[in-house]
């Protein structure tokens, strides 16, 4: 299996319908910072029909796509990845779908570093809700997901594994 192919990139992006256009206008200058940074990584996601969503305090967005559509990944396992601290959520969703369509796997990528010069991040215990309600919002099953983060993310997936566990939630299998 390859790497993806990339398209150009796109007049940039712009926000989706509905109850998360306020939020996700709110997060755009990020929204548009990663698009620029990602190029074609950021088309490659939005051309797949991913969702690209505002995080609920409106601080940052995440990236949800799945075989059925990024609003149902009921019952099926969900690839959930962390960038590293200098990466962006475009870029470990160009990096693992290819394996997750092949699977029929979700896939989602959040964007967890913030900030005009994304110098302010999520600490986990903050990271930890907003994933929960992602996930929740996504149809997303207990013991469904995959916990991976590269790099900083990695760090932060430690803290995340024991929140879940902790709060009873127990998205993470592995």
């Known amino acids: 299996m390859g790497v993806p192919t990339l398209k150009a990139a796109g007049a ?8 998360m256009t306020e939020p ?10 990663a698009a620029e940074a ?8 939005r051309d797949l029909g991913a969702k690209i969503a505002a995080t609920p305090d409106g601080r940052s967005f995440y990236v949800a796509w799945g075989p059925r559509g ?9 690839i959930v990845t962390l960038h590293d601290g200098d990466g962006w959520a475009f870029d470990e969703f ?6 997750a369509e092949k699977r029929g796997y979700g896939l989602v990528a959040i ?11 999520y600490t986990a215990h903050q990271l930890y809700p907003i994933l929960a309600w992602a996930l929740h919002n996504r149809g997303v ?12 993310g990695a760090m932060h997936a430690y803290g995340l594994a024991w929140l879940d566990a902790r709060d009873g939630n127990r998205y993470f299998e592995l």
């Open 70 to 78: 990024p609003d149902d990944l009921a019952d099926l396992p969900v």
């Open 94 to 99: 160009f990096l693992w779908h290819p394996y």
């Open 141 to 152: 099953r207990s013991h469904r997901g995959l916990l991976h983060g590269f790099g900083a």
């Open 111 to 121: 964007q967890w570093r913030f900030g005009e010069d994304r110098s302010e991040a």
């Open 24 to 33: 996700l206008q709110q997060a755009g200058a990020l929204l548009r910072q």
């Open 12 to 19: 940039g992006p712009k926000p989706e319908a509905g109850p």
């Open 38 to 45: 990602t190029g074609g990584r950021y088309t490659y996601a």
